[in-house]
């Protein structure tokens, strides 16, 4: 079964950016992946996906400020995030977006504050 490991979270001011990686343990290239998140005490929701062909999706509110990337030669998922503001902080997590979900890992904390 193929693990996911987020990381590149971190503490960032308002206005500010942080990219995200997403490295699988195999082959996800014929996989449409996505990148939750999740804030204190609230579920945890899909913010953006992307597909095999490598069209991305984008949840109302991170549209024009997140872009999400795959580079299917290392397995690895990205989330770009810029402009954010204290309400992106939560932990972010990939997962599969289309068919069944994967393990879930660890995550990665993103804390946006001055």
């Known amino acids: 079964q193929v693990q996911l490991v987020e990381s590149g979270g971190g503490l960032v001011q308002p206005g500010g950016s942080l990219r995200l990686s997403c490295a699988a343990t195999?082959?996800?290239?014929?996989?449409?992946m996505g990148w939750y998140r999740q804030p204190p005490g609230k579920q945890r929701d899909l913010v953006a996906r992307?597909?095999?062909?490598?069209?991305?999706i984008y949840a109302d509110s991170v549209k024009g400020r997140f872009s999400i990337s795959r580079d299917n030669a290392k397995n690895t998922v990205y989330l770009q995030m810029d402009s954010l503001q204290p309400e992106d902080t939560a932990t972010y997590f990939c997962?599969?977006?289309?068919?069944?979900?994967?393990?879930w890992g660890k995550g990665t904390l993103v804390t946006v504050s001055s």
């Open positions: 195999g082959r996800i290239s014929g996989r449409t």
């Open positions: 992307i597909t095999t062909g490598g069209f991305g």
């Open positions: 997962n599969y977006a289309l068919g069944d979900l994967g393990p």
